[in-house]
Protein backbone atom coordinates (compact mmCIF):
# COMPACT_ATOMS: atom_id res chain seq x y z
CA UNK A 1 0.00 0.00 0.00
CA UNK A 2 3.08 2.34 0.54
CA UNK A 3 4.00 1.50 -2.22
CA UNK A 4 1.09 2.26 -4.32
CA UNK A 5 0.37 5.44 -2.25
CA UNK A 6 3.73 6.68 -3.75
CA UNK A 7 3.43 6.20 -7.20
CA UNK A 8 -0.15 7.35 -7.16
CA UNK A 9 1.11 10.64 -6.10
CA UNK A 10 4.19 10.48 -8.35
CA UNK A 11 1.75 9.79 -11.47
CA UNK A 12 -0.36 13.09 -9.71
CA UNK A 13 2.79 14.87 -10.11
CA UNK A 14 3.42 14.08 -13.21
CA UNK A 15 0.28 15.15 -14.93
CA UNK A 16 -0.46 17.79 -12.62
CA UNK A 17 1.33 21.18 -13.58
CA UNK A 18 -0.47 22.96 -10.04
CA UNK A 19 1.28 20.17 -8.28
CA UNK A 20 4.79 20.30 -9.74
CA UNK A 21 4.85 24.40 -8.96
CA UNK A 22 3.89 23.74 -5.80
CA UNK A 23 6.86 21.16 -4.89
CA UNK A 24 9.41 23.54 -6.96
CA UNK A 25 8.18 26.63 -4.72
CA UNK A 26 8.17 24.92 -1.23
CA UNK A 27 8.79 21.65 -0.98
CA UNK A 28 8.75 20.71 2.46
CA UNK A 29 4.77 21.97 3.15
CA UNK A 30 3.89 20.56 -0.29
CA UNK A 31 5.30 16.96 0.69
CA UNK A 32 3.89 17.82 4.53
CA UNK A 33 0.09 16.90 3.42
CA UNK A 34 0.69 14.06 0.73
CA UNK A 35 -0.36 10.80 1.71
CA UNK A 36 3.39 8.58 1.62
CA UNK A 37 5.57 7.84 4.20
CA UNK A 38 8.24 9.38 6.10
CA UNK A 39 11.13 7.63 4.16
CA UNK A 40 9.42 8.61 0.79
CA UNK A 41 9.28 12.33 1.34
CA UNK A 42 13.21 12.50 2.80
CA UNK A 43 13.63 10.65 -0.02
CA UNK A 44 12.25 13.10 -2.67
CA UNK A 45 13.18 16.04 -0.50
CA UNK A 46 17.35 14.91 -0.84
CA UNK A 47 16.79 14.06 -4.52
CA UNK A 48 17.84 10.47 -3.51
CA UNK A 49 16.47 8.74 -6.94
CA UNK A 50 18.13 5.86 -5.28
CA UNK A 51 16.08 5.70 -2.72
CA UNK A 52 13.13 5.67 -4.54
CA UNK A 53 14.34 3.01 -6.43
CA UNK A 54 14.94 0.77 -3.85
CA UNK A 55 11.27 1.56 -3.06
CA UNK A 56 10.28 0.04 -6.12
CA UNK A 57 9.31 2.98 -7.72
CA UNK A 58 8.24 2.72 -11.61
CA UNK A 59 11.22 4.37 -13.73
CA UNK A 60 8.69 6.19 -15.38
CA UNK A 61 7.11 7.76 -12.64
CA UNK A 62 10.76 8.62 -11.34
CA UNK A 63 12.14 10.38 -14.67
CA UNK A 64 9.47 12.90 -14.61
CA UNK A 65 10.13 13.49 -10.31
CA UNK A 66 14.01 14.34 -11.42
CA UNK A 67 12.91 17.17 -13.97
CA UNK A 68 10.48 18.84 -11.46
CA UNK A 69 13.19 18.64 -8.44
CA UNK A 70 15.91 20.05 -11.00
CA UNK A 71 17.94 17.58 -11.60
CA UNK A 72 19.92 16.94 -15.11
CA UNK A 73 19.40 13.64 -16.50
CA UNK A 74 23.47 12.69 -15.69
CA UNK A 75 22.93 13.66 -12.13
CA UNK A 76 19.88 11.43 -12.69
CA UNK A 77 22.00 8.65 -13.59
CA UNK A 78 25.11 9.19 -11.45
CA UNK A 79 22.46 8.39 -8.51
CA UNK A 80 20.88 5.45 -10.36
CA UNK A 81 24.56 3.75 -11.04
CA UNK A 82 25.31 2.17 -8.07
CA UNK A 83 22.04 0.25 -7.66
CA UNK A 84 22.81 -1.25 -10.86
CA UNK A 85 21.57 -4.69 -10.69
CA UNK A 86 19.72 -4.70 -7.45
CA UNK A 87 16.40 -4.54 -8.50
CA UNK A 88 15.02 -6.91 -11.17
CA UNK A 89 11.68 -5.75 -13.02
CA UNK A 90 9.65 -8.95 -14.63
CA UNK A 91 7.03 -9.24 -16.25
CA UNK A 92 6.03 -12.38 -14.24
CA UNK A 93 3.07 -11.23 -12.16
CA UNK A 94 4.20 -12.80 -8.53
CA UNK A 95 7.90 -10.65 -8.95
CA UNK B 1 -17.87 -1.91 -50.03
CA UNK B 2 -15.83 -4.29 -48.04
CA UNK B 3 -13.40 -3.13 -45.91
CA UNK B 4 -9.87 -4.25 -44.96
CA UNK B 5 -7.00 -3.58 -43.43
CA UNK B 6 -4.44 -1.70 -46.03
CA UNK B 7 -1.45 -1.26 -44.12
CA UNK B 8 0.20 -3.16 -40.87
CA UNK B 9 3.74 -1.70 -39.90
CA UNK B 10 5.63 -1.59 -36.61
CA UNK B 11 7.98 1.36 -35.64
CA UNK B 12 9.88 2.34 -31.93
CA UNK B 13 8.52 5.33 -30.45
CA UNK B 14 10.87 6.38 -28.17
CA UNK B 15 10.89 10.39 -26.98
CA UNK B 16 14.79 10.86 -27.46
CA UNK B 17 13.89 10.19 -31.64
CA UNK B 18 12.15 13.70 -32.09
CA UNK B 19 13.48 15.09 -28.54
CA UNK B 20 16.73 14.87 -29.14
CA UNK B 21 17.36 13.69 -32.63
CA UNK B 22 21.20 15.15 -33.04
CA UNK B 23 22.27 13.06 -30.12
CA UNK B 24 22.53 9.92 -32.50
CA UNK B 25 25.20 9.33 -34.51
CA UNK B 26 24.46 11.00 -37.95
CA UNK B 27 24.23 7.94 -39.55
CA UNK B 28 21.95 5.86 -36.94
CA UNK B 29 19.81 9.22 -37.30
CA UNK B 30 19.84 9.13 -41.37
CA UNK B 31 19.06 5.78 -41.90
CA UNK B 32 16.18 5.60 -39.55
CA UNK B 33 14.08 9.02 -40.13
CA UNK B 34 14.53 7.49 -43.70
CA UNK B 35 12.89 4.07 -43.02
CA UNK B 36 10.27 6.28 -40.56
CA UNK B 37 9.45 8.17 -43.67
CA UNK B 38 9.09 5.39 -46.04
CA UNK B 39 6.83 3.95 -43.69
CA UNK B 40 4.48 6.79 -44.15
CA UNK B 41 4.92 7.30 -47.83
CA UNK B 42 3.56 3.81 -47.63
CA UNK B 43 0.93 4.16 -45.43
CA UNK B 44 -0.59 7.35 -47.26
CA UNK B 45 -0.09 5.31 -50.50
CA UNK B 46 -3.11 2.17 -49.50
CA UNK B 47 -5.24 5.88 -48.32
CA UNK B 48 -6.50 4.67 -45.11
CA UNK B 49 -9.84 5.99 -43.59
CA UNK B 50 -8.41 5.25 -40.63
CA UNK B 51 -4.61 4.97 -38.55
CA UNK B 52 -5.41 2.78 -35.70
CA UNK B 53 -1.88 3.31 -33.70
CA UNK B 54 -1.46 1.04 -30.96
CA UNK B 55 0.51 2.07 -28.16
CA UNK B 56 1.44 1.40 -24.13
CA UNK B 57 0.36 4.49 -22.48
CA UNK B 58 3.35 5.58 -20.11
CA UNK B 59 1.30 7.14 -17.38
CA UNK B 60 -0.23 10.23 -18.76
CA UNK B 61 -3.86 8.59 -19.26
CA UNK B 62 -3.50 5.67 -16.98
CA UNK B 63 -2.31 4.28 -13.52
CA UNK B 64 -2.52 1.06 -11.88
CA UNK B 65 -5.88 2.25 -9.79
CA UNK B 66 -7.50 1.12 -13.40
CA UNK B 67 -5.60 -0.60 -15.37
CA UNK B 68 -7.23 -2.20 -18.53
CA UNK B 69 -5.10 -4.61 -20.78
CA UNK B 70 -6.18 -2.99 -23.89
CA UNK B 71 -8.40 0.31 -23.89
CA UNK B 72 -9.94 1.97 -27.07
CA UNK B 73 -10.13 5.76 -27.55
CA UNK B 74 -13.53 6.82 -28.51
CA UNK B 75 -13.23 10.96 -28.81
CA UNK B 76 -13.85 12.21 -32.13
CA UNK B 77 -11.37 14.64 -31.67
CA UNK B 78 -7.56 14.33 -29.71
CA UNK B 79 -4.89 16.54 -28.56
CA UNK B 80 -1.14 16.20 -28.39
CA UNK B 81 1.66 15.54 -27.46
CA UNK B 82 1.29 15.43 -23.42
CA UNK B 83 4.83 15.67 -23.46
CA UNK B 84 6.31 19.21 -24.35
CA UNK B 85 10.15 18.68 -24.44
CA UNK B 86 9.57 15.64 -27.05
CA UNK B 87 9.74 18.80 -30.22
CA UNK B 88 6.89 18.39 -31.83
CA UNK B 89 4.18 21.06 -32.16
CA UNK B 90 0.88 20.69 -30.01
CA UNK B 91 -1.17 19.72 -32.52
CA UNK B 92 -5.46 18.34 -32.78
CA UNK B 93 -6.42 15.35 -34.92
CA UNK B 94 -9.30 14.03 -36.04
CA UNK B 95 -10.70 10.96 -33.78
CA UNK B 96 -12.78 7.95 -35.65
CA UNK B 97 -15.36 7.35 -33.06
CA UNK B 98 -17.98 5.56 -35.69
CA UNK B 99 -15.19 2.79 -36.00
CA UNK B 100 -14.00 2.66 -32.15
CA UNK B 101 -17.69 1.64 -31.62
CA UNK B 102 -17.18 -0.80 -33.89
CA UNK B 103 -14.13 -2.17 -32.33
CA UNK B 104 -15.52 -2.13 -29.21
CA UNK B 105 -18.42 -4.67 -30.98
CA UNK B 106 -16.20 -6.88 -32.79
CA UNK B 107 -14.43 -7.07 -29.55
CA UNK B 108 -16.83 -8.41 -27.31
CA UNK B 109 -18.51 -10.72 -30.23
CA UNK B 110 -14.85 -12.10 -30.56
CA UNK B 111 -14.40 -12.31 -26.84
CA UNK B 112 -12.45 -10.08 -25.80
CA UNK B 113 -13.61 -6.91 -23.27
CA UNK B 114 -11.35 -3.97 -23.48
CA UNK B 115 -12.15 -0.95 -21.67
CA UNK B 116 -12.69 2.88 -23.67
CA UNK B 117 -12.17 6.09 -22.83
CA UNK B 118 -13.57 9.54 -24.05
CA UNK B 119 -10.30 11.08 -23.20
CA UNK B 120 -7.08 10.16 -24.10
CA UNK B 121 -4.52 12.25 -24.36
CA UNK B 122 -1.70 11.44 -27.09
CA UNK B 123 2.02 11.07 -25.59
CA UNK B 124 5.48 10.50 -27.20
CA UNK B 125 3.68 6.72 -28.16
CA UNK B 126 1.53 8.02 -30.69
CA UNK B 127 2.99 11.42 -31.66
CA UNK B 128 6.33 10.63 -32.56
CA UNK B 129 5.42 7.83 -34.90
CA UNK B 130 2.57 10.19 -36.26
CA UNK B 131 5.11 12.96 -36.81
CA UNK B 132 6.94 11.15 -39.37
CA UNK B 133 3.58 8.83 -40.88
CA UNK B 134 1.11 11.34 -40.87
CA UNK B 135 2.61 14.70 -40.71
CA UNK B 136 0.13 16.89 -41.22
CA UNK B 137 -2.40 15.40 -38.88
CA UNK B 138 -4.66 14.48 -41.41
CA UNK B 139 -5.83 11.59 -41.28
CA UNK B 140 -8.61 10.20 -38.55
CA UNK B 141 -6.40 8.32 -35.50
CA UNK B 142 -7.92 5.36 -33.29
CA UNK B 143 -5.71 5.56 -30.66
CA UNK B 144 -5.54 2.08 -28.60
CA UNK B 145 -3.78 1.67 -25.47
CA UNK B 146 -2.11 -1.81 -24.45
CA UNK B 147 -0.80 -2.30 -21.03
CA UNK B 148 2.83 -2.75 -21.67
CA UNK B 149 3.95 -0.80 -18.15
CA UNK B 150 2.81 -2.79 -15.01
CA UNK B 151 2.65 -6.61 -14.74
CA UNK B 152 0.53 -8.30 -15.02
CA UNK B 153 0.58 -7.95 -18.95
CA UNK B 154 -1.92 -8.93 -21.38
CA UNK B 155 -0.11 -12.09 -22.89
CA UNK B 156 1.46 -12.32 -26.68
CA UNK B 157 -1.41 -14.09 -28.07
CA UNK B 158 -4.29 -11.79 -26.72
CA UNK B 159 -2.16 -8.75 -28.52
CA UNK B 160 -2.82 -10.73 -31.55
CA UNK B 161 -6.22 -11.40 -31.18
CA UNK B 162 -6.91 -7.90 -30.63
CA UNK B 163 -4.91 -7.00 -33.90
CA UNK B 164 -7.71 -9.76 -35.35
CA UNK B 165 -10.61 -7.44 -33.69
CA UNK B 166 -9.26 -4.76 -35.23
CA UNK B 167 -9.28 -6.77 -38.93
CA UNK B 168 -12.68 -7.83 -38.70
CA UNK B 169 -14.06 -4.80 -37.68
CA UNK B 170 -12.94 -3.16 -40.62
CA UNK B 171 -13.82 -5.40 -43.06
CA UNK B 172 -17.31 -5.08 -41.27
CA UNK B 173 -17.51 -1.13 -41.35
CA UNK B 174 -16.25 -1.06 -45.17
CA UNK B 175 -13.62 0.66 -43.98
CA UNK B 176 -9.52 1.65 -45.46
CA UNK B 177 -7.89 0.88 -42.17
CA UNK B 178 -3.75 1.34 -41.12
CA UNK B 179 -3.12 -0.55 -38.22
CA UNK B 180 0.85 1.15 -36.83
CA UNK B 181 1.63 -0.26 -33.22
CA UNK B 182 4.78 1.29 -31.72
CA UNK B 183 7.20 0.77 -29.28
CA UNK B 184 10.15 -1.40 -28.15
CA UNK B 185 12.45 -2.90 -29.23
CA UNK B 186 14.61 -3.44 -26.63
CA UNK B 187 15.20 -0.74 -24.02
CA UNK B 188 14.69 0.01 -19.83
CA UNK B 189 14.37 3.78 -19.56
CA UNK B 190 14.79 5.25 -16.45
CA UNK B 191 16.48 2.53 -14.93
CA UNK B 192 20.13 1.67 -14.25
CA UNK B 193 20.31 -0.30 -17.24
CA UNK B 194 19.04 2.52 -19.39
CA UNK B 195 21.05 3.12 -22.26
CA UNK B 196 21.78 -0.83 -22.53
CA UNK B 197 20.64 -2.23 -25.74
CA UNK B 198 19.78 -5.98 -26.80
CA UNK B 199 21.15 -5.88 -30.05
CA UNK B 200 20.52 -9.87 -29.73
CA UNK B 201 17.18 -9.99 -29.00
CA UNK B 202 16.17 -7.34 -31.23
CA UNK B 203 17.86 -8.93 -34.60
CA UNK B 204 16.00 -12.34 -33.32
CA UNK B 205 12.92 -10.57 -32.91
CA UNK B 206 13.17 -9.16 -36.33
CA UNK B 207 14.43 -11.95 -37.90
CA UNK B 208 11.77 -14.19 -36.28
CA UNK B 209 8.89 -11.41 -37.70
CA UNK B 210 11.02 -11.26 -41.40
CA UNK B 211 10.82 -15.18 -41.41
CA UNK B 212 8.42 -16.90 -39.38
CA UNK B 213 6.49 -14.53 -37.78
CA UNK B 214 4.08 -16.78 -35.75
CA UNK B 215 6.57 -17.89 -34.03
CA UNK B 216 6.84 -14.81 -32.46
CA UNK B 217 3.87 -15.92 -29.87
CA UNK B 218 6.29 -18.52 -28.61
CA UNK B 219 8.86 -15.97 -27.41
CA UNK B 220 9.52 -16.71 -23.58
CA UNK B 221 8.78 -13.69 -20.97
CA UNK B 222 12.19 -14.31 -19.39
CA UNK B 223 13.67 -13.53 -22.86
CA UNK B 224 11.38 -10.33 -23.34
CA UNK B 225 12.54 -9.08 -19.58
CA UNK B 226 16.15 -9.69 -20.56
CA UNK B 227 15.92 -7.11 -23.22
CA UNK B 228 14.53 -4.58 -20.52
CA UNK B 229 11.32 -3.72 -19.45
CA UNK B 230 10.83 -1.38 -22.42
CA UNK B 231 10.90 -4.33 -24.68
CA UNK B 232 7.61 -5.67 -23.52
CA UNK B 233 5.76 -3.18 -26.23
CA UNK B 234 6.59 -5.71 -28.43
CA UNK B 235 3.24 -6.55 -27.97
CA UNK B 236 2.18 -3.42 -30.50
CA UNK B 237 3.75 -5.19 -32.92
CA UNK B 238 2.06 -8.15 -32.38
CA UNK B 239 -0.97 -6.61 -32.27
CA UNK B 240 -0.12 -5.15 -35.67
CA UNK B 241 0.46 -8.63 -36.51
CA UNK B 242 -2.72 -9.68 -35.88
CA UNK B 243 -4.30 -6.81 -37.78
CA UNK B 244 -1.94 -7.99 -40.97
CA UNK B 245 -3.18 -11.70 -40.86
CA UNK B 246 -0.08 -13.32 -39.62
CA UNK B 247 2.04 -11.66 -43.11
CA UNK B 248 6.03 -11.53 -43.41
CA UNK B 249 7.58 -8.27 -42.15
CA UNK B 250 9.93 -6.61 -44.52
CA UNK B 251 12.56 -4.76 -42.28
CA UNK B 252 12.78 -1.15 -42.88
CA UNK B 253 15.66 -0.49 -40.40
CA UNK B 254 17.14 -1.48 -37.44
CA UNK B 255 19.56 1.06 -35.42
CA UNK B 256 20.25 0.39 -31.76
CA UNK B 257 21.35 4.24 -30.75
CA UNK B 258 22.25 4.04 -27.21
CA UNK B 259 21.92 7.89 -27.09
CA UNK B 260 18.21 7.50 -27.37
CA UNK B 261 18.14 4.59 -25.06
CA UNK B 262 16.55 1.91 -27.48
CA UNK B 263 16.55 -0.48 -30.10
CA UNK B 264 15.12 1.22 -32.97
CA UNK B 265 13.10 -0.73 -35.26
CA UNK B 266 10.65 -0.20 -38.16
CA UNK B 267 9.09 -2.98 -40.46
CA UNK B 268 6.10 -3.48 -42.56
CA UNK B 269 3.55 -6.09 -42.56
CA UNK B 270 2.79 -8.01 -45.47
CA UNK B 271 -0.79 -8.23 -45.72
CA UNK B 272 -2.52 -11.98 -45.62
CA UNK B 273 -5.90 -12.20 -47.21
Not at chain 1, 23 to 52: F, R, W, Y
Not at chain 2, 114 to 132: M, N, Q, R, T, W
Request: charged share 20%.
Amino acid sequence: MALYALESYLFKLKNDPLSQQALVADPKSHLAVQAIDEAAKNAILNKDIGALWQLGVHPLLLVPLSRFLGMTPLEYRQRLAPHKGSRSISSSFEG
Amino acid sequence: MKGAIVFAAGVSHAPHITGFPDHAPVESKTRFYAAMNEVGARLRAARPDVVVVVSSDHFHNLFTDRMPAFCVGMAAEHQGPAERWIRIEPFSVKGAPSFARAVMQHAFRLGMDPAFSDHVVLEHGLAVPLSFLTPEFDYPVLPILQNCMVPPLPPLHRCYAFGQVLRAAAEDQGLRVAVVGTGGLSHAPGSPDAGRIDIEFDREFLEILRTRPMDVLSLADERIDAAGFGAWEIRQWVTALGAAGGGKAEVLAYEPVEAWETGCGAVVFSLEH
